[in-house]
């Protein structure tokens, strides 16, 4: 190796090195900053709570840590955790790949999308909530329900960005590629798939608050476990330290899935838009 190629090696070293160091400064202080917003809200929180607003309207921290401590200790909160995250996981995993099946296949059958595209509008027009019921009467209140109803609430979601994602493909690159004499099959994998991945990772990602969504309502409409019964059951006892304490727990799993989809699956699929972001 010349000397010329040794210098602009360890010149690019420097400056990746450098853009590692300034990214992880930046991360710093944004944990900094949003760690204060955190304990900046509690004392907030704390400090109205039973002095400008009535305990009984929005708890406390103090009641909330003590109603995770006691779930915790008894083993409820674990028990009724792993229910949701059953369900929000299964239904999640379910409708993701039937969305994003039939999102590619209408993508790449104009026709098809013709017909059916009418069809699976109108059905995500319907409020899923509202699915609940009929769902009772067809699959019983079991844990099936729930996993049906979160999966149905995912597939829409996925399902249009998936078909956008298809859709949207440089109809000009296909033609000269196919000029070129590439195969259905190597079009499809080669170029439609990895330019609509962005499309899919951008569904995914909308998708996984409204999966636990959809878990946690067939659970208030007709459950006797999961952290949906634990807010309805606390709502129903007037204890509002006990329901927040649900919501926290709701907001925090839903953030923890949130960051293996984007943290795991989005760097492995999309490596490339990660390596030019850095």
Do not use: C
Request: aromatic share 14%; hydrophobic share 50%.
């Amino acid at each position: 190796m010349s000397s010329e190629a040794i210098i602009i090696e360890q010149s690019k070293k420097k400056a990746l090195s450098k853009r590692k160091m300034r990214k992880r400064k930046e991360f710093i202080k944004l944990s900094i900053i949003r760690l204060f917003i955190i304990v900046f809200t509690l004392f907030i929180w704390h400090f109205l709570s039973g002095r400008v607003i009535d305990k009984f309207w929005i708890s406390s921290p103090t009641d909330v840590m003590q109603a995770i401590y006691k779930w915790t200790v008894s083993g409820e909160l674990f028990y009724h955790l792993s229910i949701t995250v059953q369900e929000t996981l299964l239904g999640f995993g379910f409708g993701a790949l039937a969305g994003g099946i039939v999102g590619f296949l209408l993508g790449r059958w104009t026709y098809g999308a013709k017909i059916f595209e009418p069809f699976i509008m109108s059905l995500y027009s319907l409020p899923k909530i509202a699915l609940a019921p009929l769902f009772i009467l067809w699959f019983g209140i079991g844990i099936d329900m729930k996993i049906i109803l979160a999966a149905v609430t995912v597939f829409f979601l996925v399902f249009i960005n998936t078909y956008a994602g298809v859709r949207n493909v440089d109809k000009d690159m296909l033609e000269n590629i196919r000029i070129m004499g590439a195969s259905e099959r190597q079009i499809t994998f080669k170029v439609v798939l990895p330019s609509a991945l962005t499309w899919i990772m951008v569904g995914l990602r909308t998708s996984i608050p409204y999966a636990l969504i959809g878990a946690v309502v067939g659970e208030i409409t007709a459950s006797n476990r999961g952290v949906g019964y634990l807010i309805q059951y606390s709502a129903g006892q007037y204890d509002t330290g006990g329901t927040f304490a649900a919501l926290i727990i709701l907001m925090l799993f839903s953030i923890t899935l949130n960051f293996i989809v984007t943290g795991l699956i989005e760097k492995r699929f999309l490596r490339w838009k990660t390596d030019q972001s850095n």
